[in-house]
């Protein structure tokens, strides 16, 4: 699979149906965050790590109900799977905005500000819309990064590329966690 390149639920379900550990998403030979394309250059780095942690959350929540996708982790936390993928659907198009287009919010509101995570309820309509969201922005942000040769370049004036794009990588890696610990909890499943 190619960097950037995202695919449909019933593609990451094949993927985590692990025969050797059936607690863990894939059998480690066929783990398709791991692929035998070397990188030998900062943007290849940079863009694997990205297309890394986006496999581990649609991972995550691969084989989930819309209930499941949206139950809360503990009060008084509005954090959920189906939130996660919100609020990532948000910082795919706050990446862009740092770099400077300018783009209104997906979810959140001057009204309210948590509305990636508060509207995460259980209707398989607002969980399909999530993903079509987070797919969509993510897309768009391969998209932006592909049309600058210089991660150097500073797209919003202040900030250059390469650092936007550490920043989206730890945003991701952070919430990888937290879906470890949310799926976890539904199903017993564990990190890998």
Known sequence: MDPGEH??????????????????WADPDDDPRETDVETFDERGTLLDGLRHHRLTMEMKCAGLDAEQM???????STMSLLGLVRHLAEGERHFRRTAGEDLPRIYRTPEDRDGDWNGAIADPAVVEDAWCQWRAEAELTDRF??????????????VQLRDI?????????????????????????VGQ
């Open 7 to 24: 695919n449909d639920e019933a593609a990451v379900t094949r993927w985590t149906l692990s025969t050797v550990h059936p607690d863990m």
């Open 70 to 76: 949206a139950r809360r982790s503990v009060p008084p």
């Open 145 to 158: 990064i592909a049309g600058f040769a210089d991660l150097g370049t500073r797209p919003g004036g202040d």
């Open 165 to 189: 794009l550490v920043a989206q990588i730890a945003e991701y890696a952070r919430h990888c966690g937290h879906a470890d610990l949310l799926r976890e909890r539904i199903d017993g499943r």
